[in-house]
T-cell receptor, first 110, second 112 residues
Framework: DGGITQSPKYLFRKEGQNVTLSCEQN?????MYWYRQDPGQGLRLIYYSQIVNDFQKGDIAEGYSVSREKKESFPLTVTSAQKNPTAFYLC?????????FGQGTRLTVV | QKEVEQNSGPLSVPEGAIASLNCTYS??????FFWYRQYSGKSPELIMS????GDKEDGRFTAQLNKASQYVSLLIRDSQPSDSATYLCAVKSYNQGGKLIFGQGTELSVKP
């Protein structure tokens, strides 16, 4: 929705494996965000970025990494250091007066 | 103190009634405020944004902002069963580099 595309919709990770979640936006927004949502819980901020080549840690950055090489793209890597990665991952982008989410990626450890 | 707090739910209202959802925030540097609706298993959907003190209306929804009291609310008039969802309040804080901070959400149930 709102010009933000997350892929894949479902992702399965084996123990000890790194996986990368894609987030692309065509809204010309400067800011992009990654959140994690566990069942029945609220949104927890992982990383956010206001400009290309710069990003800040959120509240739960350990075990995750990001890059912002292009304004349109903000991929999230879930590393093997993240011990409990099973969750619903949401990417958002924001301008001054709007903020939209992608459809989310549901990650499961198998 | 949490940065963004919403009234704890669940909130239950009869069909056709007004539902009132409240949110307070701690950072006085916050400048943009958003309300989202999230259905179970889905991503949040933007309902309204507000950035000036006062009321903003869009159909059955009215957002109210009071920066002096650090308070933002959402009223849903003529509530419908399809409005049953979790409502999320979000605040964009420019003092924190544009961080977009969410409350824990309020679950609304509209009974037919």
């Amino acid at each position: 929705d709102g010009g933000i595309t997350q892929s894949p919709k479902y992702l399965f990770r084996k123990e000890g494996q790194n996986v990368t979640l894609s987030c692309e936006q065509n809204l010309n927004h400067d800011a992009m965000y990654w959140y994690r949502q566990d069942p029945g819980q609220g949104l927890r901020l992982i990383y956010y970025s206001q400009i290309v080549n710069d990003f800040q840690k959120g509240d739960i950055a350990e075990g995750y990494s990001v890059s912002r090489e292009k304004k349109e793209s903000f991929p999230l890597t879930v590393t093997s250091a993240q011990k409990n990665p099973t969750a619903f991952y949401l990417c958002a982008s924001s301008g001054w007066r709007e903020a939209f989410f992608g459809q989310g990626t549901r990650l499961t450890v198998v | 103190q949490k940065e963004v707090e919403q009234n704890s739910g669940p909130l239950s209202v009869p069909e056709g009634a007004i539902a009132s959802l409240n949110c307070t925030y701690s950072d006085r540097g916050s400048q943009s405020f958003f309300w989202y609706r999230q259905y179970s298993g889905k991503s949040p959907e933007l309902i309204m944004s507000i950035y000036s003190n006062g009321d903003k209306e869009d159909g059955r929804f009215t957002a109210q902002l009071n920066k002096a009291s650090q308070y933002v609310s959402l009223l849903i008039r003529d509530s419908q069963p399809s409005d049953s969802a979790t409502y999320l309040c979000a605040v964009k804080s420019y003092n924190q580099g544009g961080k977009l901070i969410f409350g824990q959400g309020t679950e609304l149930s509209v009974k037919p």
